[in-house]
C-alpha cells in the first residue's frame, strides 16, 4: 500500500517589492495631482478675479486723472477771457494793435497748448448794421462785409482774432449768431453773464483737409459804465463776447500730451454716445468691443454737458489673456512637479521652496528699492508717533538737503513757520486712520516748493495704525501759472499798476470799513495832460515810454497803503485810504503835479507833460463807488477848464447840483 501524498492548497503569492514601492509612489503621487488641480482651479479665479479689479481700478484712475487735467485746462481757458474781458472794461477802446498785443503777452503756443486763439465778436444790432460797415470800412477794411449776408433782427462779427494765421483769417467777420449751435452758446452767455462752451460745430477755421470737430468758448463784454446786475441790463449793456475757438483733436491732445496707449479715450458733447455728437476718439481705428473695462463720466465744461467715455483697448486685453495662459500653464506645471518631487525626496522640495521664497524676496525688494529710489515723488513713511522713519532721495534733492538728515524727525520740520500747521493737523489725521489728500508748501534750503500730498495710514493685522504712507507731488509750476493768470486779470499789462476791477474791489472795501468805522478817506482822479500830442507826434511806443515813467513817478508820491489803477487811456484814480482830510489830499495831490511837470527823458528825445486832478472826500462828497468816481472825474475835467495843470475838489453847487471849485 502506497503511503498518500500529502494534498496542499493554493495561497496568494506575495507581492513584489518594486510592485509595492510602485503603489507607495503613485498613490501619493495621484492623490497629491488631484489636490493640486483643484487648487490650481481656484488660485487661478482668484487670480483672474484680482487682475480685473486692477485693471478696473487702473481704467477708474486713468479718467479721474484726465476729467481733472480737462477741468483744470477749462478753468485756464475761463481765465484767459476773463483777463480779455477786464482789458476791455479798463480801456474806452481797445485797439487791433492793443488786441495783438495782449493776446502776444499771454504766450499761447507755449503755456495753452491746443487752443486756437483769442478774439472779439462786436455785437450789431439791425439798426446800427450800417454805421458799423462804415466804420470797418474807414478803418482800412474796404471790403468788409458780415457772413454770411442777408437781412436779420441782430448781427455779430468776428473783428479781432489772434494770433492771426491763415486758420485764424477765415473766421472774421462771420456772424456766430447766424448758426444755431454757436447762437445759443452766445446766447446763453450774455443773459447769464458768465463764460459758456458752445456745442460741436465745425469752425470756419476748417477747410477741406483734416477737418475736425470743435467748440467755441464765449464771454460777454459790456459797455463801460453800464450796469449788469441783472438779466435785461446784461441784455441791453452788451458790447461783444470775447471768445476762444477750439479744434477739439487739438485742444485734448494739447491738454493731455501723450495719450495713453492702454486705455482709448472718446468725448461725446451731450449726455448720449452717438457718431453725431462725438467730439473727440482717441484711437479712432480700433474696433468696437463690449467685453472691455469701460467707465463712463458726465462733466459739467462751461455750462455744456459732455460725456467722457473710457475703455481697456483691445491689445491690452489680448496680452492681459497670453499672460493668464502661461501664467496657468507654468503654475500648474510647477505645483504638479513639486507634489511629485515632495513624494520623491521631501528634502529636496524643501530647499527648492526655500530657494524660490530666497529669489522672490530678493526680486520684491530690488523692485521696491528701484521703484522707490528712481521716483520723481516724493516718498514718505511715518512712524506710529508721526515721526519721519524713511524719506526716498527726491525729498531730500527737492529740498536741497543731505540725504537722511530728515530721519526720526517729525513731520513738521519739511515747513517753515507758516506752513507747519498744515503738517501737524495732516499728521494727526493719519495717525487717527484718515486717508488725507491736501496742498502743502515745502521749505529747504531754497525756495519754497508747493506740492499736492496724498496720505494713507498703515495698520497691523489688527487694525492698528502703524503709521502712514505720504506721497507728495511738485505742483509749483502750476500754482505759478495760476498766479500769472490771476494777476493779468487784475492788473494793467503795460504799466503792471492794478486796473478798474482791481480798483473797484479796493473802493468797495474802503467804503465798507468807512461805513463801519467812520474812517474817512480820499480819491484822487488824475488826467495826463498834451499826452495825446505825445502819441501824435512821437509815436504810440513814446506814449507807453511816458505811461510807464509817469507811474512810477506817482508810486512814488504815495504810501504803501495807497492804490494806484490805471483808470483807461491816460487817466489814473488814487485811492488813499489814510488821507481824512482835504488838505492831506491837497499835499498828495501838488506832489503828483509837481513830479509830472519835470521833463521825461526818453528814447524818441524830451516829452514834457502836465496833470490835471480832481479831489473827493468820503463821506462828505459821496458815499458810493460810481457817486465817488463820476464826482472825482468832474473834479478833473474843472481842473482842466481852468487851464490843465492845476487841482480841483469837488463842491456842490448852489442851485443842489454838482460843481467844483
Not at 458 to 470: F, L
Amino acid at each position: 500500500m502506497g503511503i498518500p501524498m500529502a494534498e496542499t492548497s493554493p495561497v496568494e503569492a506575495p507581492r513584489s517589492a518594486p510592485e509595492r514601492t510602485a503603489w507607495m509612489v503613485a498613490l501619493p503621487v495621484l492623490l497629491a495631482t488631484l489636490g493640486v488641480a483643484v487648487a490650481v482651479v481656484m488660485v487661478w479665479n482668484e487670480i483672474g478675479r484680482r487682475h480685473r479689479e486692477r485693471v478696473e481700478e487702473h481704467l477708474a484712475f486713468q479718467a479721474r486723472e484726465i476729467t481733472e487735467h480737462i477741468d483744470q485746462r477749462m478753468r485756464a481757458y475761463r481765465q484767459v477771457l476773463r483777463g480779455a474781458r477786464a482789458l476791455f472794461d479798463a480801456s474806452d477802446n481797445v485797439t487791433a494793435s492793443d488786441w495783438k498785443a495782449y493776446v502776444e503777452a499771454l504766450a499761447l503756443p507755449r503755456d495753452f497748448s491746443g487752443i486756437q486763439g483769442v478774439g472779439f465778436v462786436r455785437y450789431v444790432r439791425a439798426g446800427e448794421l450800417a454805421e458799423h460797415l462804415r466804420e470797418m470800412r474807414a478803418a482800412g477794411h474796404p471790403d468788409y462785409a458780415i457772413r454770411p449776408p442777408g437781412e436779420r433782427a441782430e448781427y455779430s462779427s468776428v473783428i479781432y482774432l489772434e494770433p492771426s494765421t491763415w486758420r485764424n483769417q477765415r473766421a472774421l467777420a462771420y456772424d456766430g449768431l447766424s448758426e444755431p449751435v454757436r447762437r445759443e452758446a452766445m446766447d446763453r452767455a450774455r443773459r447769464s453773464g458768465e463764460a459758456t462752451l458752445s456745442g460741436k460745430v465745425i469752425l470756419k477755421q476748417e477747410t477741406d483737409q483734416d477737418v475736425q470737430s470743435g467748440v467755441v468758448l464765449v464771454l460777454p463784454t459790456y459797455r463801460h459804465g453800464m450796469p449788469t446786475g441783472s438779466e435785461d441790463e446784461r441784455l441791453a449793456a452788451l458790447s461783444g463776447w470775447v471768445f476762444s475757438p477750439f479744434r477739439t483733436h487739438d485742444l485734448i491732445t494739447g491738454t493731455l500730451g501723450q495719450m495713453p496707449n492702454l486705455v482709448r479715450v472718446r468725448i461725446y458733447d451731450g449726455d448720449a454716445a452717438s457718431p453725431d455728437t462725438l467730439l473727440f476718439d482717441s484711437h479712432p481705428d480700433d474696433r468696437s468691443r463690449y467685453d472691455l473695462a469701460a467707465r463712463s463720466l458726465s462733466r459739467k465744461i462751461e455750462g455744456r454737458t459732455w460725456l467722457l467715455v473710457f475703455e481697456a483697448r483691445q491689445e491690452t486685453a489680448a496680452d492681459i489673456s497670453r499672460w493668464r495662459a502661461e501664467l496657468g500653464v507654468v503654475v500648474t506645471f510647477g505645483v504638479l512637479l513639486v507634489a511629485l518631487t515632495a513624494t520623491l525626496s521631501l528634502a529636496a522640495r524643501r530647499s527648492r521652496r526655500l530657494a524660490k521664497m530666497g529669489d522672490s524676496l530678493a526680486h520684491s525688494e530690488a523692485m521696491y528699492s528701484t521703484l522707490v529710489n528712481l521716483s520723481g515723488e516724493i516718498i514718505l513713511l511715518l512712524d506710529g508717533r508721526g515721526h519721519i522713519e524713511f524719506g526716498n532721495p527726491r525729498l531730500y534733492r527737492t529740498l536741497g538737503l543731505e540725504p537722511g538728515c530728515l530721519s526720526g524727525k517729525p513731520l513738521e520740520v519739511l515747513s517753515d513757520d507758516a506752513g507747519r500747521h498744515a503738517l501737524q493737523s495732516m499728521s494727526s489725521a493719519l495717525l487717527d486712520g484718515v486717508t488725507v489728500r491736501m496742498e502743502l508748501t515745502l521749505q529747504g534750503t531754497g525756495s519754497p516748493v508747493s506740492v499736492l500730498a496724498s496720505g494713507v495710514p498703515r495698520q497691523d493685522a489688527g487694525g492698528r495704525v502703524t503709521g502712514a504712507i505720504v506721497v507728495m507731488s511738485d505742483i509749483s509750476e502750476r500754482k505759478a501759472d495760476e498766479a500769472r493768470i490771476a494777476w493779468l486779470a487784475t492788473h494793467d499789462g503795460l504799466t503792471g499798476l492794478p486796473n478798474r476791477s482791481l480798483l473797484t474791489d479796493r473802493l468797495s472795501r474802503a467804503l465798507n470799513t468807512e461805513q463801519r468805522y467812520q474812517r474817512r478817506f480820499c480819491l484822487l482822479f488824475i488826467d495826463l495832460d498834451h499826452f495825446k500830442d505825445i502819441n501824435d507826434r512821437m509815436g504810440h511806443h513814446a506814449g507807453d515810454s511816458v505811461l510807464i515813467e509817469a507811474s512810477r513817478r506817482m508810486l512814488a508820491c504815495l504810501r504803501a497803503a495807497d492804490t494806484l489803477a490805471r483808470h483807461g487811456g491816460d487817466e489814473f484814480v488814487a485811492l488813499l485810504p489814510e488821507v481824512t482830510s482835504i488838505d492831506g489830499a491837497f499835499a498828495v495831490a501838488e506832489k503828483i503835479r509837481a513830479r509830472l511837470c519835470e521833463p521825461f527823458v526818453i528814447e524818441e528825445g524830451q516829452a514834457q507833460i502836465s496833470a490835471s486832478v480832481g479831489i473827493v472826500m468820503c463821506p462828505d462828497q459821496g458815499n458810493d463807488l460810481d457817486t465817488l468816481l463820476a464826482r472825482a472825474d468832474e473834479a478833473m475835467y474843472e481842473a482842466k477848464a481852468e487851464g490843465r495843470n492845476t487841482i480841483a475838489v469837488w463842491r456842490p453847487k448852489q442851485n443842489g447840483q454838482d460843481n467844483t471849485t
